[in-house]
């Protein structure tokens, strides 16, 4: 049975949740006001065709694409950030890992962008595997934090089957990316019974099968 320090795990995933949250509410921030600044643009047209003016279709459809556009980026945001408000519903249950680090990317895409790193899923297969799904979230953002403070360049992500368990690995992250090392990463790592390991530029998150789990 796997040993939980939850006095640390408990602020630490406040702290996570907050930051996941802050970054999503940026993003919607970010696309309303792009809605915003094309809705007056499209006033202003109206305006000016209410005034006599010829209306120019160009720059309407110009306006009407971009109004579109952030609307299908601001759904895709909140999609994302209903996933993750669910982790917390069931502690402990059978996710896809593949599924679990795509998640985790579209948490991070705004930090990715401002790292100038550039993350990428590669397709496959579902890799199931029972395990704590909020604290899987978290074991992934400390290996992405990792990764976009390396700084090395474009990313792939993977996820794999591995004895007794399964693995997401990051590979192109650089020989200079820092495993995630302190009293939080090391409580988070034995609840999940996980381990981070480099080889070969490439982060690798090791979590086992959680058969029995409380």
Known sequence: MTDVDWRTLGPMGLAYFGRMCAGVSHELKNSLAMINENAGLMQDLAVLAGHGQPLDPQRLAVAVERIARHVQRANAVIGTLNRFAHLPDEPCHTVDLREAAALALGLHRRQ?????????????????LATRPFLLAGALHLCLCAVLEAGAGPVAVDAAAAPGGGEVIFTGAGPGVALPAGPEADALLAALDARCALEGGALRLTLARLSAIH
């Open 112 to 128: 990715a962008a401002q790292a100038r790193v550039e993350l990428a899923l590669a397709p496959g297969d579902p890799v199931p």
